[in-house]
């Protein structure tokens, strides 16, 4: 599985974005995928998941701004980010949580797309 995210960008406070990661073909079952983001100088974090039963978990600085949704085919996966603050800067990686079908499960990253908001 390769990812792509983009749709990142410079948005005004207040603003929105939508962030997208398309996921290349593959046999291998996703598990889950998701949204991390860092912001230079600080460690990776946890933005938003979503499991191949459809259950999503926040971060509490996203829960009630962002959703997090993807189609059924885990072709693609979505962040929809409202009322956005500067402190959402970061680069947002998007991440794919796939079943090897060897009994183990390992992460496939995509490169970052950047989201720069301004106050």
């Known amino acids: 599985v390769q990812l792509q995210a983009f749709g990142g960008g410079l948005v005004q406070a207040g603003g929105s974005l939508r962030l997208s990661c398309a996921a290349s073909?593959?046999?291998?079952?996703?598990?889950?995928m998701g949204w991390y983001r860092q912001a230079p100088g600080q460690a990776r974090e946890l933005v938003a998941t979503?499991?191949?039963?459809?259950?999503?978990n926040y971060a509490a600085s996203a829960k009630g701004r962002f959703t997090i949704s993807r189609d059924g085919a885990w072709s693609t996966l979505a962040l929809q980010m409202n009322s956005l603050k500067p402190e959402d800067t970061a680069v947002y990686y998007c991440?794919?949580?796939?079943?090897?079908?060897?009994?183990?499960?390992?992460?496939?990253w995509g490169l970052g797309t950047k989201v720069t908001v301004s106050s």
């Open positions: 073909r593959s046999t291998l079952t996703i598990n889950g």
């Open positions: 991440y794919a949580d796939i079943n090897s079908g060897l009994g183990y499960s390992f992460d496939v």
């Open positions: 979503i499991t191949s039963g459809g259950s999503t």
